[in-house]
């Protein structure tokens, strides 16, 4: 049975997929994200809302690691900036088939070389014994087992750029030249976690076992009716002492008030995550007196990203992507297409799919928004001078 990260994905989740990897598979770079976002623009497709779709696991934010299907420099930021090399992971890989098939058989024939590596250290009583393993070493290995001939060099340097995010195998990567294609690997003991992996598909699957976060506690979440309206409240008061304009610039009365009614079934599940969705739309940047047609979490956090000191800024980033997978719940209720990306948003929230209990479901989405909410307030509490003062 498939995992989280061999969810099926739909043709546009492939798409953002494939657009990152043909470059790379032609030149051995990956693309830049204004690249990628130009190419998904002449499909009619925004980007930033695919990529947000794709599965993964681990936490948002917090202790603890992300695993994705994608790999790029955040900055905080939960969408790339234009300049920033989008790259796959090798889950990512896995879901192109035959395109990438050749490469990740190079690479599950890495992971087995350095796995034997770690087997056959001799332990010294009285000093901490580690290996190495370079680029060099692993191309004659590969040579002399004829593998991958006659473009051995080139699988070699791949690999390394796969190995630089693949969880227990980044933190001993490193270049000794930067410039240079040849790398270096530490190989720690964790690396037995992969010991009995004989299928790439056995390697997603030990990943997700392994950064998947742990169990929730035990003792069941309680929401309460006022929960939700109470922290858009609160986080409105503070934005608008802050910057002199109310958060949610026209929020619907009646959706407010369906925010307070018990869920006791799929169809109350499915108006409670219809009125979120309507109030979570409707938050607007200072200024400008009303929501976008399409964005607005996106513009407050951009707007954030330029009044607020980076960590504080980020933590804001992180609880709006919350936000935005909860958005994505809603889409995927009303658009029967949508399965893929219902199926990634319920897991990066921690949410049971296919939903076993309503009421805990909604218990659960209340929770997330309630945090999520809170966190805004308090940085914007802490970060942002009271209105009259000027913002740094």
Same mark, same amino acid.
């Given at each position: 049975?498939?995992?989280?990260?061999?969810?099926?994905?739909?043709?546009?989740?492939?798409?953002?997929?494939?657009?990152?990897?043909?470059?790379?598979?032609?030149?051995?770079?990956?693309?830049?994200?204004?690249?990628?976002?130009?190419?998904? $623009?002449?499909?009619?497709?925004?980007?930033?809302?695919?990529?947000?779709?794709?599965?993964?696991?681990?936490?948002?934010?917090?202790?603890?690691?992300?695993?994705?299907?994608?790999?790029?420099?955040?900055?905080?930021?939960?969408?790339?900036?234009?300049?920033?090399?989008?790259?796959?992971?090798?889950?990512?890989?896995?879901?192109? @088939?035959?395109?990438?098939?050749?490469?990740?058989?190079?690479?599950?024939?890495?992971?087995?070389?350095?796995?034997?590596?770690?087997?056959?250290?001799?332990?010294?009583?009285?000093?901490?014994?580690?290996?190495?393993?370079?680029?060099?070493?692993?191309?004659?290995?590969?040579?002399?087992?004829?593998?991958?001939?006659?473009?051995?060099?080139?699988?070699?340097?791949?690999?390394?750029?796969?190995?630089?995010?693949?969880?227990?195998?980044?933190?001993?990567?490193?270049?000794?030249?930067?410039?240079?294609?040849?790398?270096?690997?530490?190989?720690?003991?964790?690396?037995?976690?992969?010991?009995?992996?004989?299928?790439?598909?056995?390697?997603?699957?030990?990943?997700?076992?392994?950064?998947?976060?742990?169990?929730?506690?035990?003792?069941?979440?309680?929401?309460?009716?006022?929960?939700?309206?109470?922290?858009?409240?609160?986080?409105?008061?503070?934005?608008?002492?802050?910057? @002199?304009?109310?958060?949610?610039?026209?929020?619907?009365?009646?959706?407010?008030?369906?925010?307070?009614?018990?869920?006791?079934?799929?169809?109350?599940?499915?108006?409670?995550?219809?009125?979120?969705?309507?109030?979570?739309?409707?938050?607007?940047?200072?200024?400008?007196?009303?929501?976008?047609?399409?964005?607005?979490?996106?513009?407050?956090? $951009?707007?954030?990203?330029?009044?607020?000191?980076?960590?504080?800024?980020?933590?804001?980033?992180?609880?709006?992507?919350?936000?935005?997978?909860?958005?994505?719940?809603?889409?995927?209720?009303?658009?029967?297409?949508?399965?893929?990306?219902?199926?990634?948003?319920?897991?990066?929230?921690?949410?049971?799919?296919?939903?076993?209990?309503?009421?805990?479901?909604?218990?659960?989405?209340?929770?997330?928004?309630?945090?999520?909410?809170?966190?805004?307030?308090?940085?914007?509490?802490?970060?942002?001078?009271?209105?009259?003062?000027?913002?740094?």
């Amino acid at each position: 049975m498939n995992g989280i990260l061999r969810t099926n994905l739909s043709p546009e989740q492939l798409l953002l997929l494939e657009e990152a990897f043909t470059p790379w598979d032609r030149n051995g770079q990956w693309p830049l994200w204004t690249y990628i976002d130009q190419r998904l $623009d002449t499909k009619g497709l925004v980007a930033a809302d695919v990529l947000a779709s794709l599965p993964a696991i681990g936490p948002l934010w917090g202790a603890g690691s992300r695993y994705e299907l994608t790999w790029y420099q955040h900055s905080g930021n939960r969408t790339p900036n234009a300049d920033t090399p989008v790259a796959l992971t090798v889950a990512g890989l896995w879901h192109l @088939g035959t395109a990438s098939a050749p490469l990740l058989v190079a690479f599950k024939d890495t992971l087995r070389f350095l796995v034997e590596k770690q087997r056959s250290i001799t332990p010294e009583p009285y000093e901490v014994t580690e290996t190495r393993v370079t680029s060099q070493e692993l191309a004659r290995w590969m040579a002399q087992n004829g593998l991958f001939a006659p473009t051995v060099d080139v699988f070699v340097r791949k690999v390394g750029q796969l190995l630089e995010h693949e969880p227990y195998l980044w933190h001993g990567f490193w270049r000794p030249d930067p410039a240079a294609d040849q790398w270096e690997v530490k190989i720690r003991a964790s690396i037995r976690d992969y010991r009995d992996v004989t299928t790439i598909e056995e390697y997603i699957d030990r990943v997700e076992q392994l950064v998947s976060p742990p169990e929730p506690p035990t003792q069941p979440l309680t929401a309460a009716p006022l929960d939700i309206p109470f922290a858009v409240g609160y986080v409105d008061a503070v934005w608008e002492s802050r910057t @002199g304009f109310p958060l949610f610039a026209r929020p619907d009365p009646a959706s407010i008030a369906r925010l307070t009614q018990p869920c006791e079934s799929e169809g109350t599940f499915n108006s409670l995550m219809s009125a979120l969705a309507d109030v979570l739309s409707q938050v607007a940047k200072p200024g400008t007196g009303r929501a976008p047609q399409s964005g607005a979490l996106r513009e407050v956090r $951009d707007y954030l990203y330029s009044v607020l000191d980076p960590p504080a800024a980020a933590r804001c980033s992180d609880v709006i992507e919350t936000l935005t997978k909860l958005r994505t719940v809603r889409h995927s209720i009303e658009h029967g297409g949508a399965r893929a990306k219902a199926v990634a948003a319920y897991a990066a929230l921690g949410i049971a799919f296919p939903v076993s209990s309503w009421p805990a479901a909604w218990t659960q989405v209340s929770a997330l928004t309630c945090g999520a909410l809170d966190v805004l307030r308090e940085e914007l509490h802490a970060g942002l001078p009271a209105r009259g003062r000027t913002v740094p």
